[in-house]
């Protein structure tokens, strides 16, 4: 059984106190949720200030990125251990807005998850197509490359941990949704690569959909079998929205 993850990715918003003060709310709000794991990704600022006050919640704290590298002259960079130092879990590795403003790669991606998993750290893989891509009928070869390229050489134990996101690129922050049917087809054809690529292990992978998630779509698209839970941007900002797709069930 695949445990549902919801995932709030806070992108670059929030203020330590914002972000304290949302988290406390949160909190309380979901208290009783025990059937959906539930993860904050805020900026690396609030990282710290953010596990400390989930200590000993159902709320998990996640970091939106990480460099490779252990440590050394790499200014502006962050390393897994300083990372899972702050109090995080989980890692968001390839955000399609680090691929597009950020120049990461399939290649750069490979190396982060790499580090994460040393580090302790769960990876959230986002791969997605553009809408020139969905409409030049090759969403299926992106996606197949991305997750070959991105997510390679990793040993059994290691592709068992890993959460896979898929995010086209055309819904994020757009308000246009993949419909629940268009995100289940890429989703049972991430997790058949996956099996190719590791066996057995891809039918435990947590696939989250993201891209333009609110509450009042949030329900229908669970429904689907391969989709796994749900990575938000805009309507993880506040506690109320989120409390709400958290609780998709009810
Ligand atoms: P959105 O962002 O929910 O605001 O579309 C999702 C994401 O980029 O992870």
């Known amino acids: 059984m695949r445990k549902p993850l919801m995932a709030g990715n806070w992108k670059m918003h929030k203020t330590i106190p914002e972000a304290v003060a949302m988290v406390k709310e949160l909190k309380s709000?979901?208290?009783?949720?025990k059937d959906v794991e539930v993860l904050i990704c805020p900026a690396f600022t609030a990282l710290y200030s953010l596990a400390n006050e989930a200590k000993g919640s159902n709320i998990k704290i996640g970091a939106q990125n990480l460099f490779w590298e252990p440590k050394g002259a790499f200014t502006g960079e962050i390393a897994a251990n300083m990372?899972?130092?702050a109090?995080?879990?989980y890692v968001i590795i390839g955000h399609s807005e680090r691929r597009q403003y950020f120049g990461e790669t399939d290649e750069t991606v490979n190396k982060r998850i790499k580090a994460a998993l040393n580090a302790g750290l769960i990876p959230i893989v986002c791969v997605g197509e553009t809408l020139n891509e969905r409409e030049s009928n090759v969403t299926f070869k992106v996606i197949e490359k991305q997750v070959r390229d991105g997510i390679k050489e990793l040993t059994a134990e290691e592709s068992a941990k890993i959460v896979i996101a898929y995010e086209p690129v055309w819904a994020i922050g757009?308000?246009?949704?993949?419909?629940?049917?268009?995100?289940?087809?890429?989703?049972a054809f991430i997790r058949k690569v996956y099996s190719e690529m590791y066996g057995s292990a891809a039918e435990g992978t947590r696939i989250l959909y993201g891209g333009s998630v609110k509450p009042d779509n949030v329900a229908e698209l669970m429904k689907k079998e391969d989709i796994d839970g749900g990575l938000v941007?805009?309507?993880?900002?506040?506690?109320?929205?989120?409390?709400?797709l958290v609780k998709f069930g009810k």
Do not use: N
């Open 29 to 33: 709000k979901i208290a009783d949720v």
């Open 83 to 85: 990372v899972t130092d």
């Open 87 to 89: 109090g995080c879990s």
């Open 174 to 187: 757009t308000g246009k949704t993949a419909t629940p049917d268009q995100a289940q087809e890429v989703h």
């Open 233 to 244: 941007g805009g309507a993880s900002l506040e506690a109320a929205s989120f409390e709400k």
